[in-house]
């Protein structure tokens, strides 16, 4: 990390891309997932004193909004002072001034404060699982597993021409649900038997009336495609369908799939 001082030697437009990339890495820091080699080592502040003192540069810019200047100013003089939300501020106020936004897998996380339970002893409704046929976007597919994970499936499927996993976005999207659930890359005829199989498309039944099964498999398309016409037949007409009003009528799958097992697990429970 650059000492506050060295940082009026920089260029306007050095200073806040370097500004930005150090409140990134002092809230990875404080919410205690910084990556091996950027946690903070300044040797002459404490963490929270440097963090005032990156600070004050920014208040320091003179394309700083009035508005942003008054609430991190304020921050600054709480007796409670909140590093993190102070680090998170200034940090988007810098990325809104250089043009840049961040993507979904570039916001800073925490793990849930409650998390004391191990990944073998995570809780899961059996035998409820999902295939993942063809998803493209890595964002996408990272997004279906942090679905998963969260809403209690057991296992993950992904289809041979599924994004790789293990693709930095999908892992950043996943916030660590990959590794947790894990997965396995497989065809539609090598789903495990004993799980009925079912599609989320259009023209299927509602959402609301369609009777889930208490253990299965749900199908989600591509991006672009949908499902297949093999998953189509494998489902043999169990297709389920989320109604829409708009114009578009067209959801995002990770989106959808969130919907979907809302749903599911909710008529589980009622069971």
Known sequence: MIAPDRLSELSAGQKRRKLALTFGELERDIAGIAEKGTEYNFP?????????????VVLGDPKLPADCAEELAGLLSDENFDERRVCNLARNALLSIIGTFPAEWD??????????????????FPGVSVYAEDI???FNLGSIFRTAEAMGCESVFIS??????SQSKAVRSSMGCIETLG???????????????????????????????????????????????????????????IPM??????????????????????FLRSR
């Open 160 to 165: 041979p021409h599924c994004t790789d996993p």
């Open 107 to 124: 916001l800073v996380v925490a793990p849930h404060s409650n998390e004391k339970t191990t990944v073998e002893k995570r809780k899961f």
């Open 245 to 266: 009003t708009g114009l578009k009528a067209s959801l995002n799958v990770g989106v959808a799939f969130g919907i979907l097992m809302q749903y599911w697990t909710d």
């Open 44 to 56: 002459s502040m404490t963490r929270r004193e440097y963090t005032k003192a990156v600070t004050q």
């Open 136 to 138: 493209r976007s890595p």
């Open 183 to 241: 997965y396995t890359r497989c065809s539609l005829d090598e789903i495990p038997g004993g799980s009925e199989i079912f599609v989320l498309e259009t023209g299927g039944i509602p959402i609301q009336e369609f009777k889930f099964p208490e253990r299965g498999t749900v199908v989600i398309g591509s991006e672009e495609l949908g499902v297949s016409p093999e998953a189509l037949s494998k489902a043999g007409g169990r297709i389920v369908t």
